[in-house]
């Protein structure tokens, strides 16, 4: 007997040849390969709908009357046929372009023939161009009434693997392979959620009767994906949780006492003690800590990071900090030498401008230890870069970095530091949990109190001038205002052309020596950035044109205002961040979009969001519903889901449901030894052999 990982050259019914291309093009090598080739949709012939009844342009429908005359329009290349189908509700037209020829004798006036295809409006009548006819008596019996449709190739196509050839073998070959789809899932979960069997599921996919039958065998299939998905990462993170060391920070010491009695400028938030304790907890036991801190914009991540790594050097550690652009590494730089200065503890940057002596200098404090605080960006994640003895690694902005740049991390010491995340951009909690699997997370759920909303306006671009004057306004206030200009990889000369005219037709309408302006850009020098930022911190210039090397962390509190251009081009996550720039002062601020008069729904919907709402959660959500995950998940790490059915967002309920589910197998039986659970770990070992070093596992 074959079994599943036999090579499908060796299935009934394809061949040497066939097989070869199928593993080419789709790279289906084995027969669980193969069989894991799910449909994308069924087509149902088993109903024929009334002519009347067509009402929509979105579904194969299938049709059945009487053919009229057949008319043959055109001349040449263009010519066409034409017939009218008619029952006893309504009619509509057939149309061929192609393969006239071949079409033409079968079409008998007066006959009765079952059509399937795509409906099309024309007018009032709907129209199916080349469909697939069958006259009627010899309908019942060659056509399937149930019909599973599979993403195919040209080149399949042109070797009978089209879809129907797909199916063709998986229908000749799936039936004696199915015995050996054994049951992955604990039988409580089987009958606790009438879930179908695995063989049962997998006939169901494939060869299915009809509609009912696939929904039973997708929510199985779908419940198995997020189950073992969920199992394995739960199983990574126990595992990550018991064996990796980290400093123990175990006493608060001088400079965190001193810094929350003397330095520290406000009152904490609840929200961020509460976080500040998780830390805490989580840093004195010996073991690594992994933590993720989810915080809106504004809400005040870098206190809360800086005072963890003020514990960290009470406990004879160094600490880093990672931004990921340069001017926010300087910000924080900055920023945290002004609030540890009176506690005479020394603050390094490091990014890639920095260099010759002063480079040297620093690799060299941070390797003897004498220097507590380096602060960079990736710069610090260098191989010629090591520490003393590193505690603890915070990276700020986490969607700018991925998995590899943390395990860089993790290699600067030994033991490993601890490592704290910090990511502005909210998402779902099931979902983040899934996504950051190997992290524990923490939420600031809490803005610092006395923040103002910020009230945000839509405006077309013929508006500029109530805009200009708006902006005049403010700054006759005393406040400052941004101007940031998308900049897209892809039409990069064509938006910095834009960046420049409008910077231009700018400094026309704001001149010294009233106004003074400053503009940030990616083709700058890193020198001439930062002056023209810091032009613009101290409120030397009042107006700050830039493209989005501003969207993440920039910190100016004075700023109240933020026009941002062509605002339909960004995407929800990217204007959320931007019009977090303002609203950090006392003022009240601004965020005005603006585009163009033309906008896709999707646009629209965008726009309309970030009007109504300011609420990250909410923007997060319209986000992922109207991107849908996938694209989401390719920007992160996504490398340990391979989900083909279920999808984490729109079967979000499943996904809390499954990973509930999992939690409890992995708490109760955590080195999965019961009877029951037999067959769930050989499932695992199985899909993730190259993912988890399983003999960690005792
Ligand atoms: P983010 O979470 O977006 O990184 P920041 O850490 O930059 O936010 O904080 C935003 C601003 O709020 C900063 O100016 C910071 O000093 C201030 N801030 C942080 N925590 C508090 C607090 N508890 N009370 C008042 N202001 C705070
Ligand atoms: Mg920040």
Not at 397 to 426: C, D, Y
Not at 471 to 477: A, F, G, L, S, V
Not at 583 to 594: N, V
Request: glycine share 8%; proline share 4%.
């Amino acid at each position: 007997m074959l079994n599943l990982d036999t090579d499908i050259t060796y299935l009934k019914g394809l061949g040497p040849e066939r097989a070869s291309t199928l593993k080419k093009e789709l790279e289906l090598f084995s027969a669980r390969q193969l069989f894991a080739h799910f449909p994308f949709r069924y087509i149902d012939r088993s109903a024929i709908v009334s002519i009347g009844d067509i009402h929509s342009e979105d579904a194969f429908i299938q049709v059945k009357g009487r053919l009229g005359q057949v008319k043959e329009i055109g001349a040449g290349r263009k010519k066409r046929l034409e017939a009218l189908l008619t029952d006893d509700s309504g009619v509509c037209k057939l149309i061929w372009f192609k393969g006239l020829k071949w079409v033409k004798p079968s079409l008998i006036t007066g006959k009765n023939f079952v059509v399937f295809g795509k409906p099309q409006r024309f007018g009032a009548t709907y129209s199916f161009a080349h469909p697939e006819i069958t006259p009627e008596e010899k309908f019942q019996v060659s056509v399937q009434a149930f019909e599973p449709v599979y993403s195919s190739t040209e080149l399949l196509g042109k070797k009978g693997l089209h879809s129907k050839g797909i199916h063709k073998i998986i229908k000749q070959n799936l039936p004696e392979f199915l015995n050996q789809y054994l049951e992955n899932l604990p039988s409580e979960l089987i009958h606790k959620y009438k879930l179908l069997s695995r063989a049962e599921a997998m006939r169901g996919i494939h060869l299915p009767r009809n509609m009912n039958e696939v929904k039973a065998a997708k929510r199985r299939l779908k419940f198995e994906e997020l189950f073992l998905l969920q199992t394995f990462l739960l199983y990574k993170k126990l595992i990550t949780l018991n064996h990796n060391k980290g400093a123990v920070f175990s006493e608060v010491g001088n400079y965190f006492n001193r810094f929350y009695k003397e330095v520290l400028p406000f009152e904490l938030t609840n929200a961020q003690k509460r976080v500040l304790k998780e830390i805490r907890v989580h840093t004195r036991d010996g073991k690594q800590m992994n933590r993720l801190v989810q915080g809106d914009v504004g809400s005040g991540k870098t206190i809360v990071a800086l005072m963890a790594m003020l514990l960290g050097i009470d406990n004879g550690t160094q600490a880093c900090l990672m931004a990921p652009t340069e001017i926010l590494a300087r910000q924080h730089f900055l920023g945290i030498q002004k609030l540890v200065e009176p506690l005479g503890l020394g603050v390094a940057l490091l990014t890639g401008a920095v260099k010759g002596a002063e480079r040297k200098k620093i690799l060299a404090d941070t390797k003897s230890g004498e220097l507590k605080i380096l602060i960079g960006t990736h710069a610090l994640i260098e191989d010629k870069v090591s520490f003393g003895n590193l505690g603890i690694a915070v990276i700020d902005e986490q969607h700018r970095f991925g998995v590899a740049q943390r395990a860089k991390l993790w290699a600067k010491n030994n033991p490993s530091p601890h490592v704290l995340v910090m990511t502005a951009t909210p998402i779902p909690r099931t979902l983040a949990m899934t996504l950051y699997s190997d992290l524990e997370i923490s939420v600031i759920d809490e803005l610092p109190p006395g923040r103002k909303p910020i009230k945000t306006l839509h405006k077309r671009d013929s508006h500029r001038e109530w805009v200009f004057g708006f902006m005049e306004q403010e700054i006759k206030k005393g406040r400052q205002v941004y101007v940031v200009y998308p900049l897209i990889e892809e039409s990069e000369s064509m938006d910095y052309k834009d960046l420049m005219d409008g910077y231009e037709s700018i400094t026309r309408r704001f001149q010294p020596p009233a106004y003074q302006i400053s503009i940030v850009h990616g083709k700058m020098k890193p020198e001439d950035k930062e002056w023209e930022m810091q032009r613009f911190k101290t409120g030397i210039t009042q107006i700050l044109v830039a493209t989005t090397v501003i969207e993440v962390g920039v910190d100016v509190p004075n700023a109240s205002v933020m026009v941002i251009e062509s605002a339909e081009r960004f995407g929800l996550a990217q204007l959320h961040q931007l019009r977090g720039r303002v609203g950090r002062g006392a003022e009240q601020s601004f965020c005005i979009l603006m585009s163009s008069n033309k906008l896709s729904a999707n646009s629209k919907k965008r726009l309309s969001t970030m009007v109504e709402t300011q609420d990250g959660f909410k923007i997060a959500e319209v986000d992922l519903e109207l991107r849908g995950s996938g694209e989401i998940m390719g920007t992160r790490q996504s490398g340990d889901s391979d989900l083909k059915l279920a999808d984490l967002v729109y079967d979000a309920n499943m996904l809390a449901v499954a990973r509930e589910e999992a939690k409890n197998i992995v708490e109760f039986d955590p080195n999965l030894e019961m009877k029951e659970n037999q067959a769930l770990k050989m499932e695992l070992k199985r899909r993730y052999a190259d993912k988890l070093i399983w003999s960690k596992i005792s």
